[in-house]
């Protein structure tokens, strides 16, 4: 790091992208011509000093920030944002126009100091967060700036360490309990003793929480390669049953022979192995020959980012799904005369379960119906073809049936298989297994008119040429041609006709 206890060893100004900086001198002059105090806090200084990219810099000022803010976002031809009346806080998104790639956006938010700025960082989460430069120590051609670090943050920087400010902290904002564990995720941190324990002791107050902001911190901590094996960590820090309640009953729920985990052990390994299957982490009893296996390729990973909402893409969605795909074993367990275990039922029990998490975490409809239609259809694939290759019919039904959850469906598939078996998989089997995925995501790239048949007839055609009352009917006869399409048998609008005269003719009535 290019930094000592007293200022910084390199001016600051190199430790600072010079897109950021050109904002960053804008913001500073504007302030200091009018005289207002101002420091630059939390993040963006724990981050600079990291050598952290970020595009969010928060500044604490010595006057009103509700009126400050609007100032400057006229001054600099920026937009205005209102974050909070209560605690006066005000964000100001700004757009360099000299950037060459794309155009490069930056959030100012404003807070209002309340007292002196050792007061303020005082009321801040952890001591790495709670670290000041004032503003104004960065005009001129010295760029030096001092360090304000009451809380001793440089050190726990320096010993990667995420600890709190004060015992109160959790108590102030219950969200940090969760922002914890994602600092220490993203800047591969540990959390020290006496946090850990103050985060056991107030994991409760986490269910107070705004879902919009539990949902935020989540899809960052799932954003961190290896986030699997923080849900583990959350668990032990007794947040993940406060999360996700309804997991707490899938532990030390057994399962078949042929499962080497429980239920809930099993979840949690499911996200790893989805993970390691996206190129994004490890699998322990991985060998080569299992990834080789496994499809991948330039569009595939386009796929799996392809943004569903702010702040999630498929592979987080994926990763969600994972955890919640089994959640309803427990309800739906049966054990045969033979002794053999069911869970009948559990995809469709499952979906609606993980649908009305997500509803209470306040994720969008386009995510949760994502997440839903996954676990509903997670057995599928397998199901798809039991003796060889399935057929194009099968693949048809199979993306009609699973939209545009089809290809991520495949892939948790292939995870709930190596969770299933972990240390005990049959190398031969995943290959199989793997070889089904490739051969229907193949067909699923090469040939459109699997999925998505072109129209040779319409409703109009069945009601004007065979004269059939308009109805449920139409819509059937309509989705038997299109399966026909999908498996070849019917490539023409004469041979979509013939068959539908064939439907009618054997229907009753």
Not at 147 to 176: C, K, M, Y
Not at 250 to 278: C, M
Not at 311 to 339: C, F, V, W, Y
Request: charge should be negative; charged fraction near 25%; include cysteine.
């Amino acid at each position: 790091m290019g930094f000592s206890k007293t200022g910084l060893k390199d001016s600051f100004r190199s430790l600072v992208r010079s897109e950021v900086w050109l904002c960053l001198s804008k913001v500073g002059n504007f302030l200091a011509e009018r005289g207002i105090e101002s420091y630059l806090v939390g993040g963006f200084v724990r981050d600079v000093l990291l050598g952290r990219d970020t595009a969010d810099i928060d500044i604490a000022l010595g006057q009103d920030a509700l009126e400050v803010a609007p100032q400057v976002a006229t001054a600099l031809g920026g937009k205005y944002v209102l974050l909070d009346r209560v605690n006066r806080v005000g964000r100001v998104v700004l757009a360099d126009e000299g950037a060459t790639s794309s155009r490069f956006q930056l959030e100012f938010d404003f807070s209002t100091l309340i007292g002196s700025i050792e007061q303020d960082l005082a009321r801040r989460d952890f001591t790495i967060d709670a670290m000041a430069v004032n503003l104004s120590q960065l005009r001129g051609e010295a760029f030096v700036a001092q360090i304000i670090d009451p809380f001793h943050g440089l050190g726990d920087l320096r010993q990667n360490i995420v600890r709190v400010v004060a015992e109160t902290a959790f108590t102030s904002d219950a969200a940090r309990l969760l922002r914890a564990v994602r600092l220490a995720a993203e800047l591969g941190f540990t959390i020290d003793k006496k946090t850990e324990a103050l985060i056991q002791h107030y994991s409760h107050l986490l269910a107070n929480v705004a879902g919009e902001r539990v949902r935020e911190e989540l899809l960052r901590l799932l954003a961190v390669p290896g986030a699997g094996q923080f849900l583990a960590y959350l668990d032990e820090l007794g947040l993940l049953a406060v999360l996700f309640p309804e997991l707490v009953g899938t532990k030390g729920v057994e399962q078949p022979k042929e499962h080497f985990w429980n239920v809930f052990e099993h979840s949690l390994k499911t996200v790893v192995a989805v993970e390691f299957l996206l190129r994004q982490g490890d699998w322990e009893y991985a060998s080569k020959d299992i990834l080789a296996a496994v499809p991948w390729s330039a569009a595939l990973a386009q796929h799996f980012s392809q943004e569903v909402s702010g702040g999630s893409n498929r592979m987080l969605l994926l990763k969600l799904a994972a955890l919640l795909h089994d959640i309803s074993k427990p309800q739906t367990k049966s054990i045969e005369a033979g002794g053999r275990v069911r869970f009948l039922g559990h995809a469709k029990e499952g979906a609606a379960v993980a649908a009305k998490i997500l509803e209470r975490l306040r994720f969008s409809g386009k995510e949760i119906k994502l997440v839903e239609t996954e676990v509903n259809y997670h057995l599928r694939p397998v199901q798809m073809s039991q003796e060889g290759l399935p057929t194009r019919r099968a693949i048809y039904r199979y993306f009609r049936d699973t939209g545009e959850a089809g290809i991520d469906i495949l892939f948790l598939s292939l995870a709930d298989h190596l969770a299933t078996r972990g240390p005990n998989l049959d190398l031969a089997s995943f290959k199989e297994h793997a070889r089904l995925i490739d051969y229907v995501i193949g067909q699923h790239f090469e040939q459109e008119n699997i999925v998505h048949p072109p129209k040779l007839v319409d409703g109009y055609d069945i009601i004007n040429i065979f004269h059939v009352s308009p109805g449920p009917k139409i819509g059937e006869i309509l989705e038997a041609v299109r399966e026909a399409q999908a498996s070849g048998e019917v490539t023409s609008r004469e041979e979509a006709l013939s068959l539908i005269k064939l439907i009618l003719a054997s229907s009753p009535g």
